[in-house]
């Protein structure tokens, strides 16, 4: 792909990742990365309290966790100061009339590359000791997870984007884009920019840069999700799970001498700068506090 430019619209973790892998595989090709805003990241990704657990949703989802797990352990040379992933536990929990909800997640991950395990409320709480045991049924812990360093991560795709040749343009909202015959105009904030391939990476705003594309919008639905920061314990939380209830009603894990905490919600919204609802973070301290000490 000599010669070729590509213009990979939206600079969080799936622009950068995208650009990134395309720089890789076609070295000769120019890439170019265009970010509406000041800085690359500043909407979900640089919100993100990522983890890693292949037992997780869907199962190509499953599918692109294994696939990408060595990336990630071990990140080709030079892209990243520090490890990108953290070991760390994840653990489901159910009450007796979620028990149901626990043996599928149970089933799928006898299919992953560490099976999850089994437990008693007994065993649960010597993973998360303020966990409350007697109003447990059950738990299922998957031993082999990770915290993901997501700025780390997408700062590592940006390192070798650019190793790569590849460059950036902040500031630049592509408000349309329009065939040229050969390639692609794209109409932005900073002048017109000419590609051959145009790469829509654009998350929440996905849709809006593809009907801006005269393209058929695929029917992308953004979803808030509020998570926060509360005092920790007061003792060592060190090796805790990430702790999360069976029917994702809530989750918490420790974060330094903090808890980040979770409702785990899906709340559909227009493309935004996104705040947090109060309601959501009082519900989730309100389940947090019933299920734990």
């Not at 990365?33 to 190509?60: D, Q, Y």
């Not at 149970?106 to 007697?134: D, K």
């Not at 849709?207 to 998570?227: F, I, M």
């Amino acid at each position: 792909m000599g010669n070729v430019r590509i213009a990979v619209v939206g600079g969080g973790i799936a622009g950068a990742t995208a650009a990134y892998h395309l720089s890789e595989v076609h070295p000769d090709a120019e890439v170019l990365l265009l970010e509406a805003e000041r800085v690359l990241a500043h909407h979900t990704t640089g919100r993100s309290a990522a983890i890693f657990v292949e037992n997780l949703a869907t199962p190509p989802n499953r599918i692109m966790l294994r696939a990408g797990r060595d990336f990630l352990w071990d990140p080709p040379e030079g892209l990243a100061d520090h490890p990108i992933l953290t070991h760390r536990t994840v653990m489901h929990v159910a009450t007796e009339a979620q028990v149901g909800a626990l043996e599928e997640t149970y089933a799928a991950g006898q299919a992953v590359t560490t099976p999850s395990e089994w437990l008693t409320p007994e065993e649960a709480a010597v993973h998360f000791p303020p966990i409350r045991s007697e109003l447990l049924a059950a738990a299922v812990l998957e031993p082999e997870c990770a915290d993901i360093d997501v700025g780390g991560l997408h700062q590592a795709y940006i390192r070798g984007m650019r190793r790569n040749g590849g460059t950036i343009a902040t500031s630049r909202r592509v408000d349309a884009a329009r065939p040229d015959g050969d390639g692609w105009r794209l109409d932005t904030t900073d002048g017109e920019v000419g590609a051959d391939v145009l790469v829509n990476a654009a998350g929440s705003w996905g849709d809006l840069v593809a009907a801006s594309a005269g393209v058929e919008p695929v029917g992308l639905q953004p979803n808030r999700r509020t998570a926060f920061m509360v005092n920790g314990p007061g003792v060592d939380a060190t090796g805790w799970a990430f702790t999360i209830d069976a029917e994702s009603r809530w989750y918490t894990k420790d974060d330094g001498p903090q808890m980040l905490c979770s409702l785990v919600e899906e709340t559909p919204f227009e493309p935004c700068d996104v705040k947090p609802d109060e309601a959501d973070v009082a519900l989730a301290i309100e389940r947090i506090n019933e299920a734990t000490t």
